[in-house]
């Protein structure tokens, strides 16, 4: 991977943010919310992205709920920010980066594991990789809101996406523009997971990967699903990205789910990848991708 190339290209989205699409301008600087101070995106690093995946909690999901909060307050969040929705018995955590609209993006990843392993792989790659996309844009004035999700229970059959989607009120629903769900980066390059992803948001993706020079698949996975399909069922355009390899039955949900096996170079060409798809929707009509 060319990292000056894939560094280059994220500068010129994400300085993108407030020039239309179809204009194409040189981008304005972003300016920050008081006395004009100009606030720029802060890239992760994948070094940076290496020391938090190390960090993972390998206990209860209990504990891992708790390492989403600290990871979201070491990314900068204050801890105001942060909120824990529960709903018949699932905890999502929440973090909502404030837009000058109503219209709001979703940036979600299930935080829960399996009984067996460390959920190092499923799925700790990708809350890190959400958790560095808020880090990138904390500080960048946005017309569209962003709220992100650490869901609990998708191990389960996706509760609390579920959840989530059903306490929306009906009359809000046009609201939310889209979702990116993150879900098990590290073993390989990104991919969409087609069966659970909007066709438009997934040729986007694809685009932006071979702008970027990432490779990029898409493609179903037999029986397998993941927290973009609840959005989906309410008519929110919805993608899910991973990075899995042909062998990661070997790997999920098994004891081999363990940080060894994570590849750092994957989750961040995952978090790459995800972010320049944010910069788009950002960019975007909130119904570009219905």
């Not at 981008?27 to 606030?39: E, F």
């Not at 029986?223 to 973009?228: L, P, T, V, Y």
């Amino acid at each position: 991977m060319n990292k000056p190339c894939l560094a280059l290209s994220l500068v010129t989205l994400l300085l993108a943010l407030h020039t239309p699409v179809a204009a194409q301008p040189a981008a304005p600087t972003p300016q920050g919310p008081a006395g004009g101070q100009v606030r720029r995106p802060v890239f992760s690093t994948q070094e940076q992205i290496q020391e938090d995946l190390g960090a993972v909690p390998c206990k209860s999901n209990a504990d891992r709920l708790k390492a989403v909060r600290a990871l979201f307050e070491k990314m900068g969040a204050p801890a105001s920010d942060i909120a824990v929705q529960s709903l018949n018995d699932v905890e999502n955590i929440m973090l909502l980066k404030q837009g000058s609209t109503p219209e709001m993006i979703v940036i979600g990843a299930h935080y829960d594991k399996v009984s067996h392993g460390c959920g190092a792989v499923d799925n700790w790659t990708g809350i890190v990789a959400m958790a560095h996309i808020y880090r990138t844009i904390k500080d960048v004035r946005l017309k569209k809101s962003v709220l992100f999700v650490g869901f609990g229970r998708e191990e389960e059959g996706l509760v609390g996406s579920k959840e989530m989607v059903e306490a929306i009120d009906k009359q809000h629903l046009g609201r939310y523009c889209a979702m990116i769900n993150i879900d098990s980066l590290g073993l390989g390059l990104p991919q969409a997971l087609s069966s659970s992803s909007s066709e438009k948001l997934v040729e986007r993706a694809a685009a932006l990967a071979k702008d970027m020079k990432i490779p990029f698949q898409r493609g179903s996975i037999f029986e397998a699903d993941s927290d973009s399909s609840s959005f989906l069922r309410k008519k929110i355009p919805a993608i899910s990205l991973h990075g899995l390899s042909s062998d990661w039955r070997k790997v999920l949900h098994t004891h081999d789910d363990k940080l060894s096996k994570v590849n750092p170079t994957s989750v961040y060409m995952g978090y790459s990848l995800a972010l320049a798809l944010y910069g788009e929707l950002e960019n975007s009509a909130c119904d570009a991708f219905r």
